[in-house]
């Protein structure tokens, strides 16, 4: 199960303040491509989600496969985005990668469901959910450290050495 954590961390460069720079930047395009990506994006987890339910047997019988391998793809499509100028070929990879993330999820939560008692799968869900989005802030704050400002109108960046203190 250690495997579900390797999402969050590449899942902080789809942040929306990060996307905004790549899209700004990378693609020289409009604010408006920030939206059609995010869109894209969610029209392939729905295509994920229908062939999920169209080969649910196939990924239950090949459950650490499906994890693998949606890992893997969406990892590898999060790498290529990044050198893409072209806006079309960032919508259709972000639509590509929609697909695998919505089969590695329902991949993950099958493992859950297998795994544990009904009296136990709430705390399960509950502890996967808290580790995932730890994982997830820390990588949104690495990527974040690593993005060129920008010179849109939106708010600054925030940057790790200026990070308010956690105590006073």
């Not at 169209?54 to 391998?69: N, Q």
């Not at 993005?147 to 200026?162: A, E, H």
């Amino acid at each position: 199960m250690e495997s579900s954590f390797r999402p969050a961390a590449h899942n902080g460069v789809w942040v929306s303040a990060i996307l905004f720079v790549y899209v700004e930047q990378n693609l020289h395009a409009t604010e408006e491509w920030w939206g059609y990506i995010n869109g894209s994006f969610s029209a392939g987890m729905i295509v994920g989600g229908l062939l999920a339910y169209r080969f649910s047997e196939r990924i239950g019988a090949r459950l650490p496969g499906t994890i693998f391998l949606g890992t893997l793809l969406c990892g590898v499509l999060t790498l290529v985005s990044g050198f893409v100028q072209a806006p079309l070929l960032a919508l259709v990879i972000a639509l590509i990668r929609g697909i695998p993330e919505q089969l590695r999820d329902v991949a993950e939560t099958l493992v859950f469901q297998k795994s544990a008692s009904d009296k136990l799968l709430a705390k399960i869900y509950a502890a996967h959910g808290v580790l995932f989005y730890i994982v997830y802030g820390v990588s949104v704050l690495l990527c974040l450290s690593l993005t060129p400002p920008t010179k849109s109108s939106l708010p600054g960046r925030i940057r790790i050495g200026t990070l308010p203190p956690l105590s006073t």
